[in-house]
Each structure stands twice: as structure tokens, then as C-alpha cells.
């Protein structure tokens, strides 16, 4: 009876991606989510063959991008055509590698972008067929750290050299962006479109859509946001860090409260590219 119940364990460990593969292709919506992301694919290669190449950032990028390869570490001094650089790091990292791929020039860059939308696509759309992530409060809190460390560690070389000019330009929350590029409010006048009134007005709109979700929806079974808090809080001054004082979120909730968080950001900014609906 033993070695029978040693050979089951590698079976049923092979049964799980079996099991996940068929209940993924089993899905009703797979045969939409595929039709979508070929007709997609078609339309993105139809767009690049025969729609004349918009020249916006892409040479603002590889300028930048050139300075950063070239040695400079002083964020203020890496500028394009469009202006001065206003990504964190990671921008310059990944920019870096893709200029090395194509070569700067724009019709593989095309081609690459192209992959990574449908690549995008398609992750978008799994998520939607099939959500796989659990995750309790003190996950989120973890995961959030760890992207915040993320960002450090990729600033490091800009923030030990030029620590002002790095976080004041990679997280510039003041720069006034160009009508011209806006997508949201082009039917705003350029005065009103780039006075700082409006961006106040934006941000607090921001701040309370996200604030009115998380009390009515996205906390709404454990009485709202303030009692959610609340709860937290007297849970960290008993130091009960126990697995039981969490509650486990579903995989719905998390997709839903991400999808949503991410269409208000989109709604509630100024300007964007166009690339951010994407999602």
C-alpha cells in the first residue's frame, strides 16, 4: 500500500494542470476571447501597413533614452522633443532595452508594440475567463510594499546621484500637459484646460470616486470604509496577526476593485496616451 500511495501524489500533482487546462478550454467564452484577439491582430497589422506613422513620443524617448545609456544620471538633463523625461526609472530600463532590440527605428518598434498589445490582450482576457489569485488584506499591504521597494531599487543610481532632480521629475505631480495631446478633455478650452484650478478639481474628483467605491462598494460587507479601518487598526493594537483576523478576498473582488480602480484613474486624467485603454 505504500508505494501505491507514494506514485499517487506526482498523479494527482499532474491531475491539477490537467484539471486547469480542460476547465480553461472548456470555458464558453475562449471561443469569443480567441475570435477577439485574431480579429485584433488582424486590425493592428492593417493599422501599421497602411495608417501613416504619428510621430509623438518615440524620438523623445530614444533621445532620452541615449543620454541615459551615455552616462547621464541627472534626470533634469535627460530631455526629448516632447520635454524633459517624467517616468520613474523602470521607463529608461525598459526603453533602453527596446532601442537595443530595434534599433531606435520605428517599423520594428511597431511590429514589437504590436506583440505586447496582443500579448496584453490576451492576459486581460484570461483574467476575465478565469481569475487565479487569492489573496488576504495583509497580502495587498505586502504586495503594495513590494512595489513601492521595486521603485526604489530601480531609481537607486538616479536617487544616489541626483536625488531631487530625479524624484521631483519622475514624480512630478504639477507638470501641465499639452492640450493638443489631451485625449480625455479636448472639448475643454486650453485656458481652462490648463489652469492648476482644474487639476485640482480633477484630483479631488479622483479622491472621492475612489474614496465613494471603497466605502459602498469595495468594503461594503464589512460596513464601509471607516469601519473597515476601525477594524484594522484595534486588530493591530491586539497584535492579532493571526491568518483568522483577515479576511480572505475572492477572486472577483480583486479583479473587480482593479479594473474599476484603474477606469477612474483613466476618467480622471488630464492627458494620456492613447495605449492606457488598452487594458
Not at 508505494?3 to 469569443?32: M, Q, Y
Not at 470616486?209 to 491586539?238: I, Q
Request: with cysteine; net charge positive; hydrophobic share 50%.
Amino acid at each position: 500500500m505504500a508505494p501505491r500511495s507514494r506514485s499517487a501524489a506526482p498523479r494527482a500533482a499532474k491531475a491539477k494542470p490537467s484539471a486547469l487546462s480542460s476547465e480553461l478550454f472548456g470555458n464558453p467564452k475562449l471561443p469569443f476571447a480567441l475570435a477577439l484577439i485574431f480579429a485584433d491582430a488582424i486590425l493592428v497589422a492593417l493599422v501599421i501597413a497602411y495608417v501613416p506613422y504619428t510621430k509623438i513620443d518615440w524620438d523623445a524617448y530614444m533621445s532620452q533614452v541615449s543620454g541615459f545609456v551615455g552616462g547621464e544620471r541627472d534626470y533634469s538633463n535627460l530631455k526629448g522633443d516632447t520635454g524633459p523625461l517624467v517616468y520613474p526609472a523602470g521607463f529608461l530600463y525598459i526603453y533602453t532595452a527596446i532601442q537595443y532590440v530595434t534599433g531606435g527605428e520605428v517599423y520594428p518598434a511597431q511590429i514589437l508594440f504590436s506583440l505586447l498589445y496582443i500579448i496584453n490582450l490576451g492576459i486581460v482576457l484570461f483574467i476575465y475567463m478565469k481569475t487565479d489569485v487569492g489573496m488576504d488584506i495583509s497580502g495587498v499591504i505586502s504586495a503594495l510594499a513590494g512595489a513601492a521597494l521595486v521603485q526604489i531599487l530601480l531609481g537607486l543610481p538616479f536617487i544616489i546621484s541626483h536625488p531631487v532632480a530625479y524624484i521631483s521629475r519622475a514624480f512630478n505631480l504639477g507638470r501641465v500637459f499639452i492640450h493638443f495631446w489631451s485625449v480625455n478633455f479636448k472639448f475643454i478650452p486650453e485656458p481652462l484646460f490648463v489652469s492648476k484650478e482644474f487639476a485640482v478639481c480633477l484630483l479631488i474628483a479622483h479622491l472621492v470616486l475612489l474614496a465613494a467605491f471603497t466605502h459602498y462598494r469595495w468594503c461594503k460587507h464589512e460596513g464601509g470604509l471607516l469601519k473597515f479601518l476601525h477594524s484594522r487598526l484595534v486588530s493591530l493594537k491586539k497584535s492579532d496577526n493571526s491568518s483568522s483576523s483577515f479576511k480572505i478576498l475572492t477572486n472577483e473582488h480583486i479583479v473587480t476593485t482593479m479594473f474599476v480602480g484603474n477606469f477612474i484613474g483613466i476618467a480622471c486624467a488630464r492627458s494620456l496616451h492613447y495605449q492606457f485603454y488598452s487594458w
